[in-house]
């Protein structure tokens, strides 16, 4: 769980994107758009209660499509970007192999398979909404997901203490936006564009005063999201 | 199981008989929540139950929490959630209604934004956006935990169903699947809610 962080960008995966193979990226690469979407599917189906630790698996030990530094170096990008997570990397690696074709494949097998099955179980539910016993499953199965996912906010919460708002300010910020969302039910818009604002012109200020030396590791870099990726 | 008359509309459109506008609303509100997802699907849950129970009523309290575990539930990516909520809704085209909404913004996002390099993510303000959006990220994952635990929390046997749930995930790292199993369990036989 410790911050990793990113080396520079080595040549080798420049070489891995143009298709120049380096020994030293130690990469294989997927030979087509139907075996992306076969290793994505595969690897969405092992994911139960999130797919990052597996995509870590399938991808960087077991394919070799990537090394340990590129991915993630594409996990920390598609943590930028907003939407989905796992998605987002799906799509990035989809695309540095075979472009948007692969992008589109990799992104197919996440979503397709797993989709029908997920589908297939709320039908079913909703047929038998008319059961206490159903009903009463997906109350207690509802309860547990609290749970898993408060838990998850925990497990996430002790890099605060590297955070450049440090930890109370940190702790604060979080407090804040749960009792906007959560309790208030204020518009995820306005907390993400007020708070998110506010907390990003802070943490841009106190990067700026600690003025690491360029390329040094950054005290403040958000590590990987915990794996589980709830 | 329903009549077969109503049985292929209500799985082709769902149960509610939306209007144009409202499936334009649907669609649109999912679009917006793409662009806010700033850690992952799961955190817009919140402003989705806010809309789509409060505000539209187009959804029962339990019935999005259900929709919540369920996807949890199966295997796949967590966003699938979104397709649950999305059949529940409006049938089939619900699902692509809100899955399109959710996944077209932040996909032609990251088709444009993967010439970035490693460079860009530690410029300062990147690291000024992680680092300002973590906290942020965790105070909306602990807003999901509440509003699908609210509706149950005036039982106390669901109390000590999450307080267990959560022990046990942050002590053990079980799998997901078995806490919701005796979730499903005990929830069928009528202990919680």
Known sequence: ?230 | MSEPATFLPSLLLGPLQLTPADWAALFGHFLMLSLLAVGGAITTAPDMQRYVVGERHWLTEAQFSGSVALAQAAPGPNVLFVAVVGYNIGGLLGVVATMAGTLLPSTLLTLRASHWNAQYARSRGVRALHAGLAPITLGLLAATGWILFEPAAADWRSSLLVAGTIALTLRWRVSPLWPIACGALVGALGWVG
């Open chain 1, 1 to 230: 769980m410790s911050p990793t962080p990113v080396p520079p960008e080595p040549p080798s995966s420049q070489a891995a994107v143009t298709g120049r193979g380096n020994e030293a990226a130690a990469t294989r690469r997927p030979g087509s758009c139907t075996e992306l979407f076969i290793v994505f599917t595969r690897l969405a189906l092992q994911g139960f209660g999130g797919v990052l630790p597996v995509a870590q698996r399938e991808l960087v030990e077991r394919e070799r499509w990537l090394t340990a530094p590129q991915f993630l170096e594409l996990l920390a990008l598609s943590q930028v970007l907003p939407g989905p997570n796992v998605i987002n990397l799906s799509l990035m690696v989809g695309q540095r192999f075979l472009g948007l074709r692969g992008a589109l494949s990799a992104m197919a097998g996440m979503l397709c398979v797993p989709m029908v099955g997920v589908l297939l179980l709320a039908a079913l539910a909703a047929q038998g909404q008319r059961h206490a016993m159903v009903t009463g499953a997906l109350r207690g199965m509802g309860i547990v997901s609290a749970g898993l996912i408060t838990a998850t906010a925990l497990k996430l919460a002790s890099p605060l203490k590297r955070s450049p708002l440090s930890l109370p300010g940190a702790v604060l910020l979080g407090a804040a936006s749960f009792v906007a969302v959560g309790l208030l039910r204020w518009p995820l818009v306005a907390v993400v564009f007020g708070l998110g604002g506010l907390a990003f012109g802070w943490a841009a200020w106190r990067i700026g005063a600690q003025a690491p030396a360029p390329g040094a590791p950054a005290p403040g870099d958000r590590p990987p999201k915990d794996p589980r990726d709830v």
